[in-house]
């Protein structure tokens, strides 16, 4: 069966193309122009805090607790959280694949014809929700225990930055390049769960960096670089179906969408 771009999609697909095309030049530049990397440095915090939040919503999720949640300036990132069994696996492999999962939720919500907008101003709550709940209190409720207080403050201060900018960009400024700004952002978390991912297929196979692979290893006795290939496969499935929506779902658009075809 042959599938085709829906005619009311195409104008998505071209923004959509575009933050594509500036994406991979933001991620491929720095391999040539080292400073360059500091353009998107914001952007690899961003996917951090969602990857990490994976881990601590999973904890949740399934019975468990979370004591703290830690990015760093390295743009790792770690969450003490308890789970074994059957939890500590869901718990271990909610990070890549939340990062790929909000990709494609932006990306259907800018098919959908949603406010990008509003899109943005929720994306900067639910930063400063992770950062204030997991990132803030958490810590200060568990004494910081496994955490360092400069840890927790660049935690809380990066979290700050990035709700702040994702407002400021919301507040100031028009539909069209507040919705180019929404599909950049799910394209950048698309990239660098990819991206991660072959990180962590590195290090899986040449290093014994602990992983959260090497965390699904240990407690399943699968090798860490078949539960790299799983998570990839599983993220590439999301990007299909993603993708599939976007090309043919058709819908009534927003008062405030780029995409309003004036008749």
Known sequence: MRYA?????????????????????????????PFAAYVVYPLQLFATFIHE????????????????????????????ATGTGLAGLLI?????????????????????????????????????LITALFGLLLP????FDGVTILSVGFTVLS??????????????SSAKWASFALAFLAVQCLLNAFFSMRDLFVASTF????????????????PAIIWVLIWFAISVVLMLVGFRVFASRR???????VFINPS
């Open 92 to 128: 271990a492999s909610a990070g890549y694949l939340s990062t790929t999962a909000f990709g494609v939720i932006l990306i259907v919500w800018i098919r959908y014809g949603r406010s990008a907008k509003l899109g943005l101003l929720l994306s900067a709550g639910l930063i400063a």
């Open 5 to 33: 771009v829906a005619p009311d999609a195409r104008p998505q697909l071209k923004l959509l193309a575009t933050a594509v095309g500036m994406s991979v030049a933001l991620w491929v530049v720095p391999l040539f122009v």
């Open 159 to 172: 979290g700050l930055v990035l709700s702040a900018s994702l407002v400021a960009i919301a507040w100031l």
């Open 251 to 257: 819908t009534r658009l927003s008062d405030d969408s």
């Open 140 to 143: 200060i409720v568990n004494f």
């Open 207 to 222: 290093s014994a960096q602990h992983t959260d692979a090497g965390t699904m290893a240990a407690s399943t006795g699968i």
């Open 53 to 80: 939040a994976g881990h601590a919503i999973a904890a949740i999720l399934t019975g468990n607790s979370v004591s703290s949640l830690t990015v760093s300036p390295d743009t790792s990132g770690i969450v003490w």
